[in-house]
């Protein structure tokens, strides 16, 4: 079992009214907070030729919490109004991640190691506006991560 909370990401953008490029009037940007729970695993091997050397394949599943906060409009031109913001949301959704490394043995009960992850961190979406009559909101279906890892693997 793992767990992990990531760094705040804060996406940001331009709001084309009537999606029209000609009214890119506003500025955009909100925050996402990401935790995940997942089961991990490593499959690794040996060198022949390097007892040392342990090359690994990982993958991991699980459950990933994506809460979605603090949007706001900026006006790009003086007489641009802001629209009222979306509510913040929290959203849970299944996450995945595959990854590839190299653990090196220090002794015989520590490793240390170094990695790249992929991770599908699940969806996230803003709540709905009171200003607006739909229930439209902003949203990703699917928020990715590429990860550089390092780590530690204490041996029992």
């Known amino acids: 079992m793992a767990g992990y909370v990531d760094a705040q990401l804060s996406p940001e953008g331009d709001v084309w009214q009537f999606a029209v490029p000609l009214f890119d009037t506003l500025a955009y940007s909100y925050n996402i907070h990401h935790s995940r729970v997942v089961f991990a695993s490593k499959l690794l091997t040996t060198l022949p030729r390097y007892q040392t050397i342990h090359p690994y394949f990982s993958w991991e599943l699980g459950t990933a919490y994506n809460n979605a906060s603090n949007y706001q409009e900026t006006p ?51 709540g709905i506006t009171p200003a607006e009559s739909t229930t439209q909101t902003l949203d990703l279906s699917h928020l990715y991560s590429n990860q550089l890892r390092f780590q530690f693997t204490f041996l029992v």
């Open 76 to 126: 790009l031109i003086p007489l641009a109004v802001p629209m009222m913001p979306f509510t913040n949301d929290r959203q849970s959704s299944f996450a995945w991640g595959l990854g590839v490394g190299v653990d090196y043995s220090l002794n015989q009960h520590v490793r240390a190691g170094i990695g790249y992850q992929f991770a599908d961190l699940g969806s996230v979406a803003l």
